[in-house]
């Protein structure tokens, strides 16, 4: 009987410690679901919005595989002529049509509109310049000298790209936020931008 208890004391302690042990204990699977959080901005914070020299200038060079200089002068020629016609535009002309240099320009003067809605129409006009150097092989494009006309029925207010919609005039002290107002004319810009410059690499694929 002495032997039976020494022996129960002996397993016991044993049988304590494999129950604390954590290797011993069944393993739980906790699937934590973390869900992103998407800033719907993040395209137009810090960078942008390009500068050079203190000037807002967004440029872009587009490869035109196979194409010879008059080819993608012709290109994006005949876009820019139609861009002329096209119903937001107030006033546009091209004012630099060089075929022996394959030079472009055109100034544009159209509407953008942020919001529209059967009781409220809120838009700006922006003005600005497209030049375009063609090559064989390829186009560098620029979007620049950009200003907008704003609240023409009631008090017109002229602002320039620079100072408006510029990293430190549209965003916050921290660069992780577009500001109210400012910042509606940053994301319009941009994404015209964008268009145009998609439209003329699709032109010359």
């Known amino acids: 009987m002495k032997k039976i208890v020494i022996a129960l004391l002996t397993v016991l302690p044993m049988v304590a410690w494999a129950q604390d042990n954590t290797w011993e204990k069944p393993e739980v699977e906790e699937t934590e679901v973390k869900k992103e959080v998407v800033n719907k901005d993040a395209k137009y914070l810090k960078g942008a919005v390009p500068e050079v020299d203190g000037k807002v200038v967004f440029s872009t060079s587009i490869n035109a595989p196979g194409k010879s200089a008059n080819q993608v002068y012709a290109i994006v020629k ?26 472009l ?54 602002y320039t790209a620079e100072n408006w919609i510029s990293d430190k005039e549209a965003l916050n002290k921290k660069g992780t ?21 998609n439209k003329f690499e699709s032109l010359l694929k």
């Open 78 to 103: 005949a876009y820019l002529e139609k861009m002329t016609g096209e119903k937001n535009q107030v006033a546009a002309r091209i004012v630099i049509d060089d075929k022996e240099k394959h030079e």
């Open 105 to 158: 320009g055109a100034t544009f003067n159209e509407w953008l509109v942020f919001k529209s809605t059967a009781i409220m129409l809120d838009q700006t006009r922006m003005l600005y310049v497209i030049k375009a150097n063609c090559y064989d092989g390829k186009a560098d494009i620029q979007m620049s000298n950009i200003r907008y006309v704003y609240d023409e029925n009631r008090k017109a207010q002229n």
């Open 177 to 197: 936020r577009v500001l109210p107002v400012s910042g509606k004319f940053r994301r319009k810009t941009i994404d015209r931008k964008d268009f145009l410059f």
